[in-house]
């Protein structure tokens, strides 16, 4: 056994030594495509990752060019040992190379994965204010034709923090509105689930849901719209729904993940936090979307959220202490018991996004 770990480390020094620029061109681009290949296990992704050098190599081949074969093996090995935790100081410490590269979809998906722990999304967005940009680069990526799919994750591991989330709301910017398109956008379910976990954490910030749910930028219809279904509804009912959720069409679907489902329901839920919040979401007609989606939902998570989030607009009203959700006190008992099943959903997600294939960047929950 002593001897085969020896001789898989040697084989890596190897690759890590063919990696670097003496190795000369043609040498580099066979290694990078080796390292891709290596990148596919977790085995692989561990030992990259554990090569400082290897690393460094690969950032470098990253950005010599996206047309180049090697340039795209490296930036997608780079994406796929970013997943792992020990890739995190030699890919953060190369911090301003991999800023450079943005808002490519490698850079994003790297930054992404990177971007999972709190500490480490501190330091991309601090990187990108002192570049200048803030997260302009990001958003202005969001007009284009085909967005990369890994944007929507690294916008989602962003917004966990306050700064990040205060990007987004940026109101003489329009930031927020740019990702709202994206609710229901059919060419990446990755990036759509990014998009809607930003806007999720977005919500956390009470003080701006009246701007959120005013004509300035009318978010409710477009978290609504993936929860609606072909339902007709009597005229009665109809004339309550905003007109984005009028007489849609018989082929009309829902939203085909149950966890972004849920992201959405969470959504309008935080937004209920508040007095003004649960008027606008009444008066919107969101409960007739909600009985509609609870007949149909089979999702047990989903359901749940479903029906708190029914139980908040039918119910009566918080008394004066509690009229703002987000500011009552939780039982610390509590607060851990939903904690670990926030981390054993997040589990879960990962494990089937595993099990699927890849390393899929997750989307992580906001700090408060």
């Not at 109101?171 to 998009?195: A, E, I, M, N, W």
């Not at 489902?261 to 008027?279: F, S």
Request: glycine share 8%.
């Amino acid at each position: 056994m002593a001897e085969e770990e020896a001789a898989v480390e040697a084989a890596v020094a190897e690759l890590a030594a063919l990696l670097a620029p003496a190795a000369g061109e043609a040498a580099r681009a066979g290694a990078a495509e080796a390292a891709l290949a290596l990148s596919g296990s977790p085995a692989g992704r561990r030992l990259l990752a554990g090569r400082p050098a290897a690393l460094s190599a690969l950032l470098e081949l990253a950005a010599a060019g996206p047309g180049l074969p090697a340039a795209r093996h490296a930036q997608a090995c780079l994406v796929n040992v970013s997943a792992e935790p020990t890739a995190r100081g030699p890919l953060l410490a190369a911090l301003p190379a991999l800023l450079g590269l943005l808002p490519g979809g490698p850079a994003c998906g790297v930054l992404a994965n990177l971007c999972r722990e709190r500490g480490a999304a501190r330091r991309v967005l601090r990187g990108l204010r002192e570049r200048g940009c803030g997260l302009a680069p990001l958003l202005q990526a969001l007009g284009e034709p085909r967005p990369p799919p890994q944007l929507g994750p690294l916008l989602c591991n962003l917004s966990q923090l306050p700064e990040g989330r205060r990007g987004l709301l940026d109101r003489s910017r329009c930031s927020v509105q740019r990702l709202l398109p994206f609710t229901q956008y059919k060419d990446s379910t990755v990036h759509r689930r990014g998009v809607v976990g930003a806007l999720r954490n977005c919500c956390f910030e009470y003080e701006e849901h009246e701007w959120l749910l005013g004509e300035e930028v009318d978010i409710l219809p477009f978290l609504l719209l993936p929860l609606a279904g072909p339902e007709e509804f009597p005229e009665d009912e109809m004339e309550r729904l905003p007109l984005d959720l009028q007489y849609l069409p018989p082929d009309k679907q829902r939203e085909e993940e149950p966890d972004i489902r849920k992201m959405l329901l969470e959504a309008i839920m935080l937004l209920t936090a508040t007095k003004p919040g649960r008027r606008v979401v009444r008066e919107k007609g969101t409960y007739l979307v909600l009985r509609e989606l609870h007949g149909w939902e089979r999702e047990p998570d989903v359901l749940v959220a479903c029906e708190n989030l029914i139980q908040v607009l039918i119910g009566d009203e918080p008394g004066p202490e509690m009229e703002n959700l987000l500011e009552v006190t939780v039982p610390e008992e509590l607060e851990r018991e939903l904690r670990r099943r926030d981390r054993e959903d997040e589990e879960r997600w990962r494990r089937e996004r595993r099990e699927a294939g890849g390393s899929t960047p997750s989307p992580q929950e906001p700090s408060r």
